[in-house]
């Protein structure tokens, strides 16, 4: 998954000056500011592609508006405020759903984290209960503003995954569905977002008995993942049918869904270093349901 970097990720914040060596994060319309080193094949989950990011000092102009955002291994990460900066010779900005399927695996949780943190910057200009300019807390990762003393903090939006499972007489099985309206949809997990005053229990009571009309029970927590494309800290559940296995697909949202045996498995998602929903699915594919 993309946050299983192997090294150690310190996003404690700390106020400080950006020295010439530290990476620099710039994103212009969902793209990064990266140089790309090598470029692998064009599937989904082809290898190969490779990039890197640019160091202050490779910046022609030192950007006015350098924040600290996190470390990783040692390594400092900046994000350049500014609307623009000078792209040195060979950088060009990438979009950020392409890049993660790019190595190195830190630099793409740096990107793709980097991302979150940009968007959150930026939308929180001007305050948003009196319309003031806002200023960045000096101490801790914060967003102040000064006319109402209005604090804003980074924003997470949960939301669960659920790998509804059975075991019959001919074996375990698995609910796998696909989304409408999307030309590329690859076989999922129901998944969905926490509403407000809502236990993350229920969220996976509610999404399954949407999305496919299914009662469930035993729900048990797997691994989280950030998420951070939508602001999201994904939960994993595996959880079992309770009662009636018979599927009603909502059509709104789903254009199919289906129990799949171990060895029906779409094999689509077997590349896929990425994703909790990925690994789930491999997971069962390969082991069946986790005691
Ligand atoms: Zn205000």
């Given at each position: 998954?993309i946050q299983?970097?192997?090294r150690?990720?310190?996003?404690?914040?700390?106020?400080?000056?950006?020295?010439?060596?530290?990476?620099?994060?710039?994103?212009?319309e969902?793209?990064?500011?990266?140089?790309?080193?090598?470029?692998?094949?064009?599937?989904?989950?082809?290898?190969?592609?490779a990039?890197?990011?640019?160091?202050?000092?490779?910046l022609?102009?030192?950007?006015s508006?350098?924040?600290?955002?996190?470390a990783?291994?040692g390594?400092r990460?900046?994000?350049a405020?500014?609307?623009?900066?000078?792209?040195?010779?060979?950088?060009?900005?990438?979009?950020?759903?392409w890049?993660?399927?790019?190595?190195?695996?830190?630099l793409?949780?740096?990107?793709v984290?980097?991302?979150?943190?940009?968007?959150?910057?930026?939308?929180?200009?001007?305050?948003s209960?009196c319309?003031?300019p806002?200023?960045?807390?000096?101490?801790?990762?914060?967003?102040v503003?000064p006319?109402?003393?209005?604090?804003?903090y980074p924003?997470?939006?949960p939301?669960v995954i659920?790998?509804?499972?059975?075991?019959?007489a001919?074996?375990?099985?698995?609910v796998?569905t696909?989304y409408?309206?999307?030309?590329?949809?690859?076989?999922?997990?129901?998944?969905g977002?926490t509403?407000?005053?809502e236990?993350?229990?229920?969220?996976?009571?509610r999404?399954?008995?949407?999305?496919v009309?299914?009662?469930v029970?035993?729900l048990?927590?797997?691994?989280?993942q950030?998420?951070?494309?939508?602001?999201t800290?994904?939960?994993?559940?595996?959880c079992?049918?309770?009662?009636?296995?018979?599927?009603t697909?909502?059509?709104?949202?789903?254009?199919?869904a289906r129990?799949f045996g171990?060895?029906?498995?779409p094999?689509?998602?077997t590349?896929?270093?990425?994703?909790?929903?990925?690994?789930?699915?491999?997971?069962?594919?390969?082991?069946?349901?986790p005691e």
């Open positions: 998954m299983e970097i192997g150690a990720y310190d996003n404690h914040y700390v106020a400080c000056e950006a020295a010439g060596a530290d990476y620099v994060l710039h994103y212009r969902r793209g990064c500011l990266v140089h790309v080193t090598s470029h692998g094949g064009a599937d989904a989950w082809a290898e190969g592609n990039f890197d990011l640019p160091r202050v000092r490779d022609a102009e030192r950007p508006r350098l924040v600290y955002a996190f990783i291994g390594a990460f900046f994000l405020l500014d609307d623009e900066v000078a792209a040195p010779a060979g950088f060009a900005y990438e979009a950020v759903n890049l993660r399927y790019a190595e190195p695996a830190e793409l949780f740096a990107v984290t980097g991302s979150q943190l940009d968007r959150w910057y930026r939308d929180n200009r001007f305050c209960r319309g003031h806002t200023e960045l807390g000096p101490r801790s990762r914060e967003i503003c006319e109402c003393a209005s604090i804003v924003k997470i939006c939301g659920c790998a509804v499972t059975r075991r019959d001919d074996g375990e099985k698995i796998l696909r409408n309206g999307r030309t590329t949809a690859l076989w999922a997990l129901v998944a977002f509403e407000i005053g236990p993350l229990e229920d969220t996976v009571r999404e399954v008995m949407e999305e009309g299914l009662h029970k035993n048990r927590f797997y691994k989280s950030p998420w951070s494309f939508t602001d800290l994904l939960v994993g559940f595996w079992e049918v309770d009662g009636d296995p018979t599927i697909v909502d059509h709104s949202e789903l254009k199919e129990w171990r060895d029906e498995i094999l689509e998602r590349g896929d270093r990425v994703s909790l929903t990925g690994e789930m699915i491999e997971q069962f594919r390969l082991h069946g349901i």
